[in-house]
């Protein structure tokens, strides 16, 4: 009985030392469904990254199937930085960055997007993140996916809601 409390106790202390994680704001590539059956071979997992040249400027961008994300979700706001050449030209061949995110409900207090770990985070980001829509209103998307279940499957997933953790927009120079 005593080793069983003994184990009992231990498992309590270490449970309660340990630290919750989050990969909110750590940083992933942009990633899309491969198109062509030769992205089929040359990705097998399916996903393609995004290129610098397919995400206009200043665009909130989201992808869905990003490994590198707890969720699947990377982001790209307005204001999140573009990969450079080294004369600081955009680099229209470099994949796409952005930070790992995952749905949110409107409304939901600061903690619910809070960017816990911030080592590899850009450093403006954490200030920024907030709970906003990223995708087309309410409305629309369920009227897209009322209209036609495989397209909206294809382009949202099972996404059913418009809002992300995402960087509050207007509060620095990005570019």
């Given at each position: ?19 919750v ?57 307005q204001?999140?930085p ?17 930070y ?63 809002f992300?953790c995402?960087g ?8």
């Open positions: 009985m005593s080793v069983r409390a003994a184990f009992l106790a231990t498992t309590v202390f270490v449970l309660a030392g340990c630290k994680s989050s990969e909110i704001g750590k940083p992933c590539t942009l990633v899309r469904k491969a198109a062509t059956p030769q992205e089929e071979i040359d990705y097998p997992t399916g996903a393609v990254p995004v290129l610098e040249s397919e995400v206009a400027d200043r665009q909130d961008f989201i992808s869905f199937g990003s490994v590198e994300c707890e969720d699947l979700i990377c982001v790209r706001d204001e999140y573009r990969a450079r050449t080294a004369e600081g030209e955009v680099d229209l061949t470099a994949p796409a960055r952005g790992c995110s995952k749905p949110c409900i409107d409304g939901a207090s600061a903690s619910a997007c809070e960017v816990k770990d911030t080592t590899d985070v850009e450093p403006n980001l954490p200030d920024r993140m907030t709970c906003r829509s990223l995708l087309l209103d309410q409305e629309t998307l369920e009227a897209l996916r009322s209209a036609d279940e495989n397209f909206y499957r294809n382009t949202f997933g099972e996404n059913n809601s418009p992300f995402a509050r927009l207007g509060t620095s120079q990005g570019g």
